[in-house]
């Protein structure tokens, strides 16, 4: 159980370009959804918390209007990366967290590796 | 806001032999740790949590431990194997507040 499905798995394409990666939740209901941003050898870097059916919380530094976040139901999130640079490559992993209680542990989806070219 | 750090960043043990990552956070409030596992290029996996009511919690070859006194937990992992070759994050959180991790270990089993 608790499977998040993210996809693409790897993105190559080239600067100005709009990237779209979605996370679903395939077997239970997520209310919450997390997108985290991965350096080469780094810990996990939050950039914002999605809630379904409101506006996402960005952590500071992380640019709202560069990264538009939507929570349409409770199994979905997408995280669009709106024009594109290089310096946007990264691996880009979402994770969902179980409506039920407090407490509940986060799953994630396998990753997105984005190259900008 | 909650602050996590762990230790060591780099870790190398002889296959059969135990590894110990420690972790300590800075929020009295944190009452969920959970232990992920990643491999390269992959998913962090869940592989072990402990809630503030316990102290340790047992899955085969992988205990945590947790003093929440001292603010400190654990990961113990007796007879390593290569595939327990991995980077280990450990986190905290209280309620429904999002995880903090910490920088991460890098386990690396020899045979």
């Known amino acids: 159980g608790a499977v998040v499905s993210q996809h693409p798995s790897w993105v190559i394409c080239k600067s100005g370009t709009s990237v779209k990666i979605e996370c679903r939740s395939l077997?239970?209901?997520?209310?919450?959804m997390f997108w985290y941003r991965q350096f080469p050898k780094q810990s996990l870097m939050l950039m914002a918390t999605s809630n379904e059916g409101s506006k996402a919380t960005y952590e500071q530094g992380v640019e709202k209007d560069k990264f538009l976040i939507n929570h349409a139901s409770l199994t979905l999130s997408t995280l669009t990366v709106t024009s594109a640079h290089p310096e946007d490559s990264s691996f880009y992993i979402c994770s969902a967290r179980d409506r039920g209680g407090k407490n509940q542990p986060q799953h994630f989806g396998d990753g997105t590796r984005l190259s900008i070219l | 806001g909650e602050n996590v750090e762990q230790h060591p960043s780099t870790l190398s043990v002889q296959e059969g032999d135990s590894a110990v990552i420690k972790c300590t956070y800075s929020d009295s409030a944190s009452n969920y740790f959970p232990w992920y596992k990643q491999e390269l290029g992959k998913r962090p996996q869940l592989i072990i949590d402990i809630r503030s009511n316990v102290g340790e919690k047992k899955d085969q070859r992988i205990a945590v431990t947790l003093n929440k006194t001292a603010k400190h937990f654990s990961l113990h992992i007796t007879e390593t194997q290569p595939e327990d070759s991995a980077v280990y994050f450990c986190?905290?959180?209280?309620?429904?507040?999002?995880?903090?991790f910490g920088k991460g270990t890098m386990l690396l089993v020899s045979p």
């Open positions: 077997d239970f209901q997520a209310t919450t």
């Open positions: 986190a905290a959180s209280s309620g429904y507040s999002t995880l903090t």
